[in-house]
């Protein structure tokens, strides 16, 4: 069975319908979607109602919380002080835009998708906040596809694609209770797999290509697959909107830059 | 007889780097006038926090600075692109002329009006008529939170907000320190020099800082806002403060 993945729309209805014309070429069985579908693009509720109607299971992103619940921050949630002014003129103008039931949709979005021993999330299993980076800390990283009950994590939120291969995870655990002498246990975890699916919006790997990933379930086959599109148009929109007009040259670099994601040892207090 | 010194050439082509080497000696008094940019001025700034020794001249002072030089001195005039090389001003001090160009320019207004040519940097200068505009500000008392000015900087230079030939820049950041940044289109990255001057630790710095953008069609007001977005707040710099 071949599946889909994507993640991190961002309101960006060109790149969605580029995404989805190459993943039709590819002939994917199914297609999951880890979250992110508002937030920064010019067009919330249009890729809200596409990902509906096409009845795409959906995992809740942290723009898609904070649409919901209102801003929370954390400290990881910006890296830098002009990011954050801008993040939050993004917020307050998708806050507006969005219709009350792409709302309500969006607030029904569950944190995890599974299917079978493959886990679908936004960050990570802890948040949808949290970043999964590829230089994330090996214990650490293991403990989140673990934590999951996964062999392999789909995760998006970093806007950057990658695979991550977590193989001879042995844990060694030593317990000491009261009046007790110390026992020490060994795991030995199977080959984890921890795959990010990258941006289709707003991508972050220096050009303003789209990226999702194919997976195989029975070669486990990963393929990264970046997909040119007409930004020029969503840059147009962007600024035809009244959001801030360098969010769309960013957008034509791809520069995405509004949330932090270079510090792989912060852990996410939200 | 004090000695006149201009200097001219296209923007970057290294005209300070230039008259730098000569600033260093202490033995005689020097004068550095950068005329054009009124009080906001990089070079002025930059000169004299590097050579402390040397009196740098603004605008306003220099009529009476020129009325009572030593005999010893020598005054460095940087004569920017966007001045008139005919100035009646320069001729009625008999300078001596020098321009800095780039080394593949061959023929130029610049040419024509030096004594001597140096070889400077590999920059492009610009065509006839379609001379850059220069923007600048003071940012005195404006203190950068580092990884918004790095992002700022890298939009400004990369053409977010109209194409940019040159950034000149003092900015003063929350460990007390302030650096000058040199950007200069077509040569490789930018350069970062930390200003040899005491951390300042309390409150907002008084002493200069500012930039000074060069290029075409530049979004001045969007810059603005920028600069002014990226800086910390009184709490968030106390905050700095206390940590250092």
């Given amino acids: 069975m071949k599946l889909a993945v994507i993640s991190c729309i961002h309101g960006n209805y060109e790149a969605l319908n580029a995404v989805l014309s190459d993943i039709d070429t590819h002939r994917a069985d199914q297609i999951y979607c880890l979250g992110d579908l508002a937030g920064y693009g010019p067009h919330p509720n249009a890729v809200v109602e596409l990902v509906r109607s096409l009845d795409i299971p959906t995992c809740q992103g942290c723009w898609d919380e904070d649409i919901v619940e209102g801003l929370n921050a954390c400290e990881c949630s910006y890296p830098s002080q002009l990011a954050e002014k801008r993040g939050h003129l993004a917020h307050e103008w998708t806050n507006r835009a969005i219709h009350p039931e792409v709302r309500k949709y969006l607030a029904t979005l569950p944190m995890t998708l599974r299917q079978d021993n493959l886990c679908f999330v936004h960050g990570s299993p802890n948040s949808q906040h949290e970043y999964l980076l ?39 655990v030593k317990v000491q209770q009261p009046g007790q002498g110390e026992t020490q246990h060994q795991f030995t975890a199977p080959l984890k797999r921890i795959v990010n699916a990258g941006s289709v919006g707003e991508p972050r790997h220096g050009r303003p290509n789209a990226t999702y990933v194919l997976y195989d379930t029975d070669s486990a086959q990963v393929t990264l697959r970046e997909v040119p599109y007409d930004y020029a148009k969503t840059c147009a929109a962007i600024i035809e909107q009244g959001l801030p007009p360098i969010f769309a040259w960013r957008l034509a670099r791809g520069m995405e830059f509004a949330e932090r994601a270079d510090d792989p040892g912060h852990v996410c207090e939200r | 007889m004090p000695h006149f010194i201009a200097i001219s050439g296209p923007s970057g082509s290294g005209k300070t780097t230039w008259i730098s080497q000569f600033l260093k000696d202490q033995s005689t008094p020097q004068f550095y006038v950068c005329p054009g940019l009124g009080e906001i001025s990089m070079d002025l700034a930059r000169i004299g926090y590097r050579f402390p020794w040397v009196q740098v001249v603004a605008e306003a002072q220099l009529r009476a600075v020129l009325a009572d030089l030593p005999d010893q001195a020598t005054v460095y005039f940087e004569w920017g692109f966007h001045l008139d090389l005919g100035s009646p001003f320069l001729a009625g001090l008999g300078c001596e002329r020098v321009a800095v160009l780039p080394p593949d320019l061959t023929e130029s207004d610049w040419h024509t009006w030096a004594d001597r040519v140096v070889a400077g940097n590999a920059v492009a200068a610009p065509a006839n008529g379609h001379l850059p505009e220069v923007w600048c500000t003071p940012l005195t008392g404006q203190v950068f939170d580092p990884p918004s000015l790095e992002v700022l900087l890298l939009e400004v230079t990369g053409g977010a907000y109209g194409q940019v030939c040159r950034l000149k820049g003092i900015f003063e950041l929350p460990n007390g320190r302030a650096f000058y940044v040199d950007f200069v289109e077509g040569l490789p990255g930018m350069e970062y020099t930390e200003l040899n001057l005491p951390p300042w630790l309390a409150g907002r710095p008084s002493r200069f800082s500012g930039i000074e953008v060069t290029g075409w069609g530049l979004e001045q007001q969007a810059i603005a806002q920028t600069l002014l977005d990226s800086g910390l707040s009184d709490a968030a710099l106390s905050q700095y403060h206390q940590h250092f």
């Fill in chain 1, 134 to 172: 590829p230089s994330m800390d090996g214990f650490a990283a293991l403990e989140r596809v673990l934590s999951a009950e996964a062999d392999v994590l789909f995760c998006g939120h970093t806007h950057v694609p990658y695979l991550r291969e977590l193989d001879n995870g042995t844990l060694s």
